[in-house]
């Protein structure tokens, strides 16, 4: 049996016939890929009732003048707690980044938070809260049984702030119609 290839920096694309509400036309970026799981953040549904400003107040971080101003992202149900920042490159945590690729790094520590409040950090950021997680081999089950599509992840769609269209943007790099698609796979 041979290994898949690692997703590690790649986007996950929701079939329309996702059985789970909380990932309908989910865009996930992961994060993390291996033969022990996967752990991916969800770009494309913004929360309604928490800001980044929210965020800072509960955390008692002073928000300054120029402070950042971005949506907060529901990240997906594992930890729906936990905060983490998906960001390009140019910032890196003086405590811990978790380098994706050469284009994502991903924080989830205060100091991110910090540089925000301060109106620095990285020049792009995505910040969620939760995040996707699968078990060994739970992703590759699920990619099976045709529930994602996978495609390259590029700065421009995670951190484009059309989120509504993150979904069909992703679509349209594989050359995919959203029209086209069927929640049924076969085999040959």
């Known amino acids: 049996m041979t290994q898949a290839t690692p997703l590690t920096g790649k986007l996950l694309i929701a079939m329309p ?62 930890e729906a707690g936990r905060g983490f920042v998906l960001h390009s490159p140019d910032y890196e945590s003086s405590i ?35 995040y996707a997680g699968w078990g060994p081999g739970q992703l590759e089950a699920e990619l099976a049984q045709n529930a994602w599509l996978t495609c390259e992840a590029t700065p421009e769609l995670v951190f484009s702030p059309d989120d509504g269209g993150k979904w069909q943007a992703a679509l349209k790099l594989l050359g995919v119609d959203a029209l086209m698609l069927s929640g049924t796979g076969g085999r040959a």
Request: glycine share 10%; charged share 25%; with cysteine.
């Open 17 to 78: 016939a996702m059985g789970d509400p909380r990932f309908e036309h989910a865009v996930v970026f992961l994060c993390a890929h291996s033969e022990d799981g996967a752990m991916g953040l969800i770009v494309n549904k913004p929360t309604d009732d928490v800001t980044l400003t929210d965020l800072l107040e509960q955390l008692s971080i002073e928000a300054l003048p120029g402070a950042r101003r971005m949506k907060v992202h529901f990240g997906g149900p594992v």
């Open 96 to 130: 811990s980044s978790l380098r994706v690729d050469e284009r994502f790094r991903m924080t989830a520590t205060l100091d991110v938070l910090e540089e925000f409040a301060r109106g620095a950090g990285p020049a792009r950021a995505l910040m969620a809260l939760g």
